[in-house]
C-alpha cells in the first residue's frame, strides 16, 4: 500500500471512529462572538444552521488591517464527545461590505471551513481557514481564529 492509500486509511477509520462517538447539537444557541470568526458580533443557531452578523477584521498582508460589515449562514455537523456541549465542525458562507482601504465600499463573498472546540460550559474556540472574494480582487485566503461563549436553549 503506498504512502497515500495509508493516509487515506487511516483518516477514513478515524472519521468512522468519530461518527460513532457523535454527540448531538443543542436545538438552540445564542453566540456572543469577540474575535474574527465569524465576525465579532452575534450569531443565532438553531438545529444545525446559524445566522450571524458583525463587524469583521482581517490583516491579508502583515501591520495592515481591512474591516468589514459581515453577515451569513453556517452549517454544522459531526459534533464529536460526549459531553452535554460537544466540539463540532462547521462550514460558512458570507456576504460581506468592505469598509476601508481598497475594499471601501466593496461587495465581497467568503466561504469558511473549521472547527469549535468547546472548552467549558459556553466557552468555545474556533479555528478556520475563510477564502474571500471580490470582484476585481484577487481571491485571499486566511485564518479565522476566535474566542466566543455561547447561552444554550
Not at 58 to 69: D, I
Amino acid at each position: 500500500m503506498t504512502f497515500m492509500k495509508k493516509i487515506i486509511f487511516i483518516g477514513f477509520l478515524f472519521c468512522t471512529k468519530i461518527s460513532f462517538a457523535q454527540s448531538t447539537l443543542s436545538e438552540q444557541e445564542i453566540s456572543f462572538n469577540f474575535f474574527r470568526n465569524p465576525s465579532v458580533g452575534l450569531e443565532y443557531r438553531y438545529k444545525k444552521v446559524s445566522v450571524h452578523a458583525g463587524y469583521y477584521l482581517t490583516n491579508f498582508k502583515a501591520n495592515t488591517t481591512w474591516e468589514f460589515v459581515k453577515t451569513g449562514l453556517s452549517f454544522w455537523f459531526l459534533p464529536i464527545g460526549k459531553r452535554e456541549k460537544p466540539s463540532s465542525f462547521y462550514a460558512q458562507m458570507s456576504y460581506l461590505r468592505g469598509q476601508n482601504r481598497d475594499y471601501k465600499n466593496k461587495n465581497a463573498v467568503s466561504l469558511d471551513l473549521g472547527f469549535r472546540l468547546m472548552i467549558w460550559n459556553g466557552l468555545q474556540a474556533r479555528l478556520g481557514i475563510i477564502g474571500l472574494y471580490a470582484k476585481d480582487k484577487n481571491l485571499k485566503i486566511n485564518p479565522t481564529p476566535s474566542l466566543n461563549y455561547s447561552l444554550f436553549f
